[in-house]
Nanobody, 121 residues
């Protein structure tokens, strides 16, 4: 069994910063891509940023230059540092990871339950 648990969301004023973290635990042999997605009310879930096991990153255009994704492979964690936050960044933020649990097994995508980020104007 694998679990992803997010933490660090909250309420912040526009222009402020927040850091959200995600920790993977359970039956983990290896983790390839880890990422953050967000979903605002009435909108589809969208990719915010992801990072490969080797550290290659990918960002949505809307967050480039403001958000930074990082991971600690030894701790199975992925963080998202969010700076210069805007009201449009308000959403539930979800962690996603591709995890292999046994030798020769496939990578399976797991999701966390989400953490709310609210940016006030």
């Amino acid at each position: 069994q694998v679990q992803l648990v997010e933490s660090g969301g909250g309420l912040v004023q526009a222009g402020g910063s927040l850091r959200v973290s995600c920790a993977a635990s359970g039956s983990i042999l290896s983790i390839s891509t880890m990422g953050w997605y967000r979903q605002a009310p009435g909108k589809q879930r969208e990719l915010v940023a992801d990072i490969s096991s080797g550290g290659s990153t990918n960002y949505a255009d809307s967050v480039k230059g403001r958000f930074t994704i990082s991971r600690d492979n030894a701790k199975n964690t992925v963080d998202l540092q969010m700076n210069m936050l805007k009201p449009g960044d308000t959403a539930a933020y979800y962690c996603k990871a591709a995890i292999r649990s046994r030798p020769g097994g496939l990578n399976i995508y797991y999701w966390g339950r989400g953490t709310q980020v609210t940016v006030s104007s």
